[in-house]
Structure formats: structure tokens, C-alpha cells
């Protein structure tokens, strides 16, 4: 399973663009970049996912390199609703179920 | 928009009950997974289901754990004998396919208190 490593936290102001970084080195290249959030306590959300190419939804805009051993999710106008904590997973191959292998993700804290 | 329900928010029980958690998962999914996270630890994976039965599950899974879709719509997760440990938030979600494009809804969670 391809690995991702985060930094433990990070503050924004408000209004400004949260860039949330995550290294997957080992990914494999049939293997998908997601994010997921935790507001609280509360169930994880999707937010995105990529392979190669770069992504935009109503929510963020996921950046992956070239080499696709890192990638950027960009909250381009954070809010204080957007104080969770953020999760980078490189999706294991559909035969296996298709589980969600969490880390310890990325807190985003948005202040005012 | 449709969403992943769980219920009760809250169970409290006490060491070597049996507790039944409860989920109504989205109505034209067909992948069904359990999750747990200990109180300021990551969300772990469970079990997932699929087909009626069990595709995969992880070595916390264990013979005191077992899944079901007793009907059309619900999915539950059985604990036969709690353990002061299993004193959790489970979390509930669905996907409709186990393709690796589609993302997985939860549900705001069960927080089990084992005493």
C-alpha cells in the first residue's frame, strides 16, 4: 500500500487559500489520490480525487505533480467552517474492497 | 441530497453486553463498509460488504464482530461480548460501486461507550 505522509498541522487565515501538501512517493500507477475531511468528530466527507491530471469541484482544487509523488489540495478561500482535519489517501486497487486506509492527516486550523 | 444515517448517536453499555449499531446506508448502493476511530486516534477500517456477504475485513474484525442486512435497507454491526477497548466512534458508509473512482459517504457515527 502506497504510503502518504502530512504535516500534523497548519493555520490559515480566513479568506485566504489553504494549501494542504502530501507526499506519496510509492504510489503505483494505477493507484488514485483522495482526500477526505473530518470536521469534529463528525464522519468523514469526500472532498476530491485525482490520478494525473489536476482537478477542480465546488469544493477544492487537487494539484498533483508530474511524477505523482505529491500533491497539493487547494482550499482557495477557506472559511472558519473549513477547520478540520484533512486526509490524503492513495486508494488501494478496487479487488480489495476498496477500503479507506486513513492517517493521522492534517489540521487545518482557520483563524480570523 | 441522500445520506447515510446511523442510529443511535449515543450507546452506553456496559463490559460483555451485546450491542447491535445501526445504519441505513444510501438507497442504490451496493458497497457497505464499518469504520472505527478511538477517541484521538485515525479512523480505522473494519469490514466491508458486499453481495451479502463480507469482502474484506481487518484484523480488528474478529470473531466478536459480525456484519448483516437483515432487510433491504439496513446494515448493522454486532459486537457479541464489548471489551472496555471497543468503547469507540463507528462510523457507517456506503458506496455504489468498489471501483476505485467512487468515494464513500459516511454517516455521522455511533459513539459506543463500554463501562
Known amino acids: 500500500d502506497a504510503k502518504t505522509t502530512q504535516p500534523p498541522s497548519m493555520d490559515c487565515a480566513e479568506g485566504r487559500a489553504a494549501n494542504l501538501p502530501c507526499n506519496h512517493s510509492?504510489?503505483?500507477?494505477?493507484?488514485?489520490v483522495y482526500w477526505y475531511r473530518q470536521i469534529h468528530s463528525q464522519g468523514p466527507q469526500y472532498i476530491i480525487h485525482?490520478?494525473?491530471n489536476n482537478e477542480t469541484n465546488e469544493m477544492a482544487s487537487l494539484i498533483i505533480t508530474e511524477d505523482r509523488k505529491s500533491s497539493t489540495l487547494i482550499l482557495p478561500h477557506a472559511t472558519l467552517r473549513d477547520t478540520a482535519v484533512y486526509y490524503c489517501?492513495?486508494?488501494?486497487?478496487?479487488?480489495?474492497?476498496?477500503?479507506?486506509?486513513f492517517g493521522q492527516g492534517t489540521e487545518l486550523s482557520v483563524k480570523p | 441530497e441522500p445520506e447515510v444515517t446511523q442510529t443511535p448517536s449515543h450507546q452506553v453499555t456496559q463490559m460483555g453486553q451485546e450491542v447491535i449499531l445501526r445504519c441505513v446506508p444510501i438507497?442504490?448502493?451496493?458497497?457497505f463498509y464499518w469504520y472505527r476511530q478511538i477517541l484521538g486516534q485515525k479512523v480505522e477500517f473494519l469490514v466491508s460488504?458486499?453481495?451479502?456477504?463480507?469482502?474484506?475485513k481487518s484484523e480488528i474484525f474478529d470473531d466478536q464482530f459480525s456484519v448483516e442486512r437483515p432487510d433491504g435497507s439496513n446494515f448493522t454491526l454486532k459486537i457479541r461480548s464489548t471489551k472496555l477497548e471497543d468503547s469507540a466512534m463507528y462510523f457507517c458508509?456506503?458506496?455504489?460501486?468498489?471501483?476505485?473512482?467512487?468515494?464513500?459517504?459516511f454517516g455521522p457515527g455511533t459513539r459506543l461507550t463500554v463501562t
Open positions: 438507497s442504490n448502493h451496493l458497497y
Open positions: 489517501i492513495v486508494r488501494l486497487n478496487y479487488n480489495q474492497g476498496g477500503k479507506l486506509i
Open positions: 460488504f458486499y453481495n451479502n456477504e463480507i469482502s474484506e
Open positions: 510509492t504510489i503505483s500507477g494505477n493507484e488514485y
Open positions: 458508509a456506503s458506496s455504489d460501486a468498489a471501483g476505485v473512482t467512487y468515494e464513500q459517504y
Open positions: 485525482g490520478l494525473k
